[in-house]
């Protein structure tokens, strides 16, 4: 994951997703179903780089763990993309909501602010 290298060629007939496939158009997939890998180069600052380069073990351990938040990640926004895709809220009825929610939350702390000074 960490690195330069374009990966291994795409599959003539297979359209490549990454590491990751996402089954089905339209439903959300219960679990992901790995297709294969691809390596993709990310910016990091250079200290992180540095211990990287110098340790293929924490190498090792960091790409797991990027490849997995990232998957997580991706869940997160696929699964709120096909909500919002259903969703029958019009702009001004999210900017509404969004006026109702910040007046409870300020009435809310002033309200403990208030106590606290009692």
């Known amino acids: 994951m960490l690195g330069t290298s374009p990966g291994p060629p795409p599959?003539?007939?297979?359209?490549?997703?990454?590491?990751?496939?996402?089954?089905?158009?339209h439903a959300l997939p219960g679990r992901w179903h790995q297709?294969?890998?691809?390596?993709?180069?990310?910016?990091?600052p250079e200290?992180?780089?540095?211990l990287l380069e110098r340790?293929?073990?924490?190498?090792?351990?960091a790409e797991g763990l990027l490849a997995e938040e990232l998957s997580r990640l991706l869940l997160k926004?696929?699964?709120l993309?096909?909500?919002a895709?259903?969703?029958?809220?019009?702009?001004?009825?999210?900017?509404e909501l969004d006026k109702r929610i910040k007046r409870g939350l300020?009435?809310?702390?002033?309200?403990?602010a208030g106590a606290g000074h009692e």
């Open 77 to 79: 926004v696929l699964v």
């Open 55 to 61: 340790d293929e073990v924490l190498k090792s351990m």
């Open 106 to 112: 300020r009435s809310r702390i002033e309200a403990e």
């Open 11 to 25: 599959v003539k007939g297979r359209r490549s997703m990454g590491p990751q496939a996402y089954r089905g158009r």
């Open 47 to 50: 200290e992180l780089a540095i």
């Open 85 to 95: 895709e259903r969703s029958e809220l019009t702009e001004q009825d999210v900017v």
């Open 35 to 44: 297709v294969g890998s691809r390596t993709v180069g990310i910016r990091l």
């Open 81 to 83: 993309d096909k909500l």
